[in-house]
Every structure is written in C-alpha cells, then in structure tokens.
C-alpha cells in the first residue's frame, strides 16, 4: 500500500524529468572541464543520447539507477506497489537502452554509460570518462 495519497505520488512524479538530470549536468561539468565540446539529446541518433562527443564519435548515456535497473544497485529497487506495472515498465526500459546501443554501434559509435550512483565518486567518474579521450 502507498503512504502517500495519489495526489501526492502524482506531483512527486511530475517533478522527474528525463533531461537536464543532476547526474547529466555532473557529467557535462566534468567533460567540460576536461576540454570536452560535446552536443546534447541530438535527436538524430538512435536513443536520443544525453551526451554526443563527435570527435571521438562517442555517446553517452547517464542513466538513472531506479528507471534504468543498474544491476547490484540498491537505488534499483522495485516498489511494493502495483507490481506488474512497474516489471513491465523497467523491462520495456531496459529493451529500449539495449536497441538503441545496438542501432549505434551498427552507426561506428562508441556507447559508454554512465549509471547515476557512479556520479557520487568524482575520482572514478574522472578515470571513466578519460578512457572516451585516450
């Protein structure tokens, strides 16, 4: 049973949104100040990649951990609540990252994501996102 009333539940979800992310916005910030120019949700490649490094020819995703169900990550849980209808959400999620990863690596783009609980370890964050400039 939810604790909150649906009226509630349905504010807190419109305050989510699918761009501009704090885990995004510390990723640009990085590559910015590692001399990165890059382009933003181009809508032209498959997926609609957060980030677009055309001179390495890379994209890069920053996924959030809930939505994207990172693997092992305890902000990956699953609510107690209507149960078939957040499975069913997460696995069309997880088939909607792997086609589009798969359309771009058919392109010649490298794919690197990024997983929103890695944004919290600038030092490793850093050492990753080096591997796009070497």
Not at 3 to 19: A, K, L, T, V
Not at 37 to 64: N, S
């Amino acid at each position: 049973m939810d604790r909150i009333s649906p009226e509630h539940r349905s504010w807190n979800m419109s305050r989510i949104h699918s761009g501009n992310t704090k885990p995004e916005i510390i990723v640009r910030s990085l590559l910015h100040r590692m001399g990165c120019r890059f382009r933003l949700h181009r809508k032209d490649l498959p997926g609609k990649p957060d980030i677009v490094l055309p001179k390495y020819r890379t994209v890069i995703f920053v996924h959030g951990c809930f939505w994207h169900r990172h693997s092992g990550c305890r902000y990956a849980y699953t609510p107690k609540s209507r149960i078939n209808f957040w499975e069913e959400k997460f696995s069309r999620n997880i088939e909607r990252d792997h086609e589009a990863k798969d359309k771009l690596k058919i392109l010649n783009w490298k794919v690197l994501t990024i997983w929103e609980c890695e944004t919290r370890d600038m030092q490793s964050l850093i050492t990753k996102l080096k591997t796009i400039i070497i």
